[in-house]
């Protein structure tokens, strides 16, 4: 158990303990807006882009050297969804929130291909 008057500090009277620094130091100090601030570039990021996209197809080659073609391809197909950018305006009120998507969900498209 650790002794709580080690800082200055008892039980009975808990403001007694000297502080190293003052309460003014951690202030929030706003910084005009026309005026850079000291936050990092590219502080705000967002996730990274991983599409799954796959396809099965077949030709047949049919008489007169016409051929057929059928295939299947899925966009999208673990349906992840790609976030955008979250809102970089600090005076909007969805400032820092992601409110659209990128991409759209899970798309099939089925082709059928005849040439001569």
């Given at each position: 158990?650790?002794?709580?008057?080690?800082?200055?500090?008892?039980?009975?009277?808990?403001?007694?303990?000297?502080?190293?620094?003052?309460?003014?130091?951690?202030?929030?100090?706003?910084?005009?807006?026309?005026?850079?601030?000291?936050?990092?570039?590219?502080?705000?990021?967002?996730?990274?882009?991983?599409?799954?996209?796959?396809?099965?197809?077949?030709?047949?080659?049919?008489?007169r050297d016409w051929n057929m073609?059928?295939?299947?391809?899925?966009?999208?197909?673990?349906?992840?969804?790609?976030?955008?950018?979250?809102?970089?305006?600090?005076?909007?009120?969805?400032?820092?929130q992601i409110t659209n998507t990128?991409?759209?969900?899970?798309?099939?498209?089925?082709?059928?291909?005849?040439?001569?």
């Open positions: 158990m650790v002794d709580p008057s080690v800082l200055g500090r008892t039980i009975g009277n808990p403001d007694t303990s000297v502080r190293l620094l003052p309460r003014s130091a951690f202030r929030f100090i706003r910084a005009p807006m026309e005026m850079a601030g000291n936050l990092g570039r590219n502080t705000f990021r967002k996730g990274k882009i991983a599409n799954l996209n796959a396809s099965l197809g077949r030709t047949w080659t049919l008489p073609t059928i295939r299947a391809e899925a966009i999208n197909l673990s349906n992840t969804p790609q976030f955008a950018e979250p809102g970089l305006n600090l005076t909007a009120p969805n400032f820092g990128l991409n759209d969900g899970r798309t099939f498209r089925f082709l059928l291909r005849l040439g001569f």
